[in-house]
């Protein structure tokens, strides 16, 4: 997937408002659907995307949402059922959408017949949340303490960094390319960064935007 996606949360509490900034940091344009008027009113004063208060059940408000032009609809309530039938009456309204669901316990991948990834934040964290709903090309390897991103990062054909040698790459501060291509050994100056192979790369989360064009466009 691009590194810019259109991305409907479905859940505005502490997991889905979590998962939405991360997104939003990493340049994604993220819609929040939430039904609770109070926890509306609380992302509204922190959020500066556009937030919808509705059932998103409802095919009207996920349509409101712009269900027709998004990449992902991610249904992270507390609820599983609710989640799931978010996610389906997504999939039929817009069949070439990626739907992710959280649920609420282990053993959930049996769920992946009707959705294309569940996630258990509750183990994992919103980091791998926010994974799951972007997809492959990029992924944060851990919940780390603090704001510090660990990341495995696929390089895009057409991006800058494309094919080029550590050494001839103006990363900006904050940021640390640890493995080479293999994963075998630690990158070096000489390190090439392959199109189509990934890297673990540390970035501090007022680079990720810079680091992330380069490596992937």
């Known amino acids: 997937m691009t590194s810019d996606l259109d991305i409907i949360i479905a859940g505005g ?94 053993g959930g991948e049996s769920y992946t017949r009707f959705v294309d990834a569940v996630v258990f934040p509750e183990r994992a964290g919103s980091r791998v949340a926010a994974n799951e709903i972007i997809g492959s090309d990029v992924q944060t390897l851990a919940d780390v303490t603090g704001n510090l991103d660990i990341m495995l990062i696929r390089v895009a054909d057409d991006a800058p960094a494309a094919g080029k040698p550590l050494s001839d790459v103006r990363f900006p501060e904050g940021t640390l390319v640890v493995s080479d291509a293999n994963g075998e050994r630690i990158a070096r100056a000489d390190t090439t960064l392959t199109p189509g192979s990934s890297y673990v790369v540390a970035v501090e989360p007022a680079v990720v935007d810079e680091v992330m064009h380069l490596m992937r466009g």
């Open 13 to 106: 509490g502490r997991v889905g408002f979590q998962t939405a900034e991360i997104l939003a940091d990493r340049g994604h344009d993220v819609t929040i659907i939430e039904r609770d008027d109070r926890i509306v009113s609380d992302i509204a004063d922190q959020w500066i995307a556009t937030v919808i208060q509705g059932d998103a059940t409802n095919p009207e408000i996920i349509e409101q949402a712009g269900l027709e032009r998004a990449d992902v609809i991610a249904a992270l309530t507390g609820e599983t059922g609710l989640n799931l039938a978010v996610c389906l009456a997504a999939a039929e309204l817009t069949p070439d959408i990626r739907t992710v669901a959280r649920i609420d316990r282990t």
